[in-house]
């Protein structure tokens, strides 16, 4: 499907930078927060932001489908445009007034993934891109860095948990080892470091749809590789990897190794 994509990506910011300035007037206020079925908090916040998202995009592309986070899937009339919201990522962190959360909108067309907007309110900052129009960093380029050897890489990970359940713990342990350091800069803000050449590789152990619906288009345009553990590029397969290209296949080697 040949599309102009800029008009998407436009209406994606405006949105994401909306919706960031409703969870701010939420932020550093001591919010309440309820637990969902599983396990994981909600508040207020998240509920309002993604309320809000959903409005809009139901005004402006009437019957395209929608999938975020709290309200589940709202079914499109037969058309293959899907928005995929997620209007807190890093409720955790946003409940502690740790400003690394984020606001997360992607669009997928036809099953891929082709527009993808990050913003971070508390930092004012926002990563973007769409197929073809670039990677961008508020109004500067994104890439990916060049560095090519692990004892010169960063790398980022959500837990240490996650890789004990995946069974990866010798993974995790190795990758301190032979890079130049490793941080738990988790959630959108590690991918953010990747796709701005801060840091080289980034792992999410277990995801959703919408805790990385961005990162496909905003990684291809910046240079790397965003998929799964295996080398599937996509944000359809429950675990997130996101490189430089330089890095790429030494990083997938070492995850086969261990």
Same mark, same amino acid.
Do not use: M, W
């Given at each position: 499907m040949n599309l102009n994509l800029e008009p998407y990506l436009t209406f994606a910011k405006q949105l994401a930078y909306r919706a960031g300035r409703?969870?701010?007037s939420y932020y550093n206020k001591g919010i309440q927060h309820d637990l969902k079925s599983d396990a994981t908090p909600v508040t207020a916040a998240?509920?309002?932001?993604?309320?809000?998202i959903r409005g809009e995009i139901e005004r402006a592309y009437p019957g395209h489908a929608i999938v975020g986070e709290e309200f589940g899937e709202t079914a499109g009339s037969g058309n293959p445009f899907c928005w995929i919201v997620d209007p807190i990522d890093g409720t955790k962190s946003f409940m502690k007034a740790v400003p690394l959360y984020s606001v997360l909108i992607a669009l997928e067309i036809e099953g891929? #993934?082709?527009? =993808?907007?990050?913003?971070?309110?508390a930092l004012d900052e926002m990563l973007y891109a769409a197929d073809g129009l670039g990677a961008w960093w508020?109004?500067?380029? !994104?890439?990916? #860095?060049?560095? #090519?050897?692990?004892?010169? !890489?960063?790398?980022?990970?959500?837990s240490w948990s996650g890789f004990r359940t995946k069974k990866k713990l010798k993974l995790f342990e190795r990758l301190h080892k032979e890079c130049f350091y490793g941080r738990g800069w988790s959630d959108a803000y590690g991918y953010l470091l990747v796709a701005t050449g801060r840091a080289e590789m980034f792992f999410d152990p277990g995801i959703k749809i919408w805790d990385v619906g961005p990162f496909p288009p905003i990684f291809r345009?910046? =240079? =790397?590789?965003? =998929?799964s553990w295996d080398g599937k590029a996509g944000h359809t397969f429950g675990e997130g990897l996101a490189t430089n290209a330089a890095l790429r296949s030494k990083v997938l080697k070492m995850i086969r190794e261990t």
């Open positions: 409703i969870t701010l998240d509920r309002a932001a993604e309320q809000f891929v #993934s082709r527009v =993808g907007v990050v913003c971070f309110p508020n109004n500067q380029r !994104a890439h990916v #860095s060049k560095v #090519s050897k692990l004892k010169e !890489a960063v790398f980022c990970y959500t345009e910046a =240079g =790397g590789y965003f =998929g």
